[in-house]
């Protein structure tokens, strides 16, 4: 069983973080625009991984340091295919559907490296 207040966080923040963060927010203005304190937004960081994500890259879209197709593979899409079933019967049946590209975690990482290297590379032990 669980202890302690419930949270307040809910999925749908993470898409508003980052409009916020794109249009130029920091982290205490996203505390406030929230209504929570700054320890608060910093364990939602670090607890809800797609919030963290998207703080991250809406800071990235303002800076324009994230090229769209990296922010494509990070995030994930849908696009729309089509499969060809009997290619060689004379009549061929197509199907369209949409296939989903999950979001790559390592590249958001990469992303991350590159922007705040102080924070997200790993560090080397001095001894090697």
């Known amino acids: ?3 302690g207040r ?3 966080y809910k ?3 993470a898409r508003r973080a980052r409009s916020y963060c794109r249009l130029g927010a920091e982290t205490r203005d996203l505390a406030e625009f929230f209504s929570v304190s ?3 937004l910093y364990r939602w960081l670090d607890r809800y991984p797609e919030f963290g994500l998207a703080v991250a890259m809406g800071q990235g879209e303002r800076a324009g340091l994230l090229p769209p197709s990296m922010f494509k593979r990070a995030t994930g899409y849908i696009y729309r295919a089509e499969r060809v079933f009997r290619p060689n019967s004379p009549n061929p049946q197509t199907a369209d559907y949409n296939y989903r590209v999950l979001g790559d975690a390592a590249v958001a990482l990469r992303w991350l490296r590159i922007r705040q290297p102080d924070k997200w590379c790993i560090k080397r032990d ?3």
Do not use: L, N, S, V
């Open 1 to 3: 069983m669980k202890r």
């Open 6 to 8: 419930p949270t307040r």
């Open 11 to 13: 999925p749908e923040f």
């Open 38 to 40: 700054t320890a608060t």
């Open 126 to 128: 001095p001894k090697d």
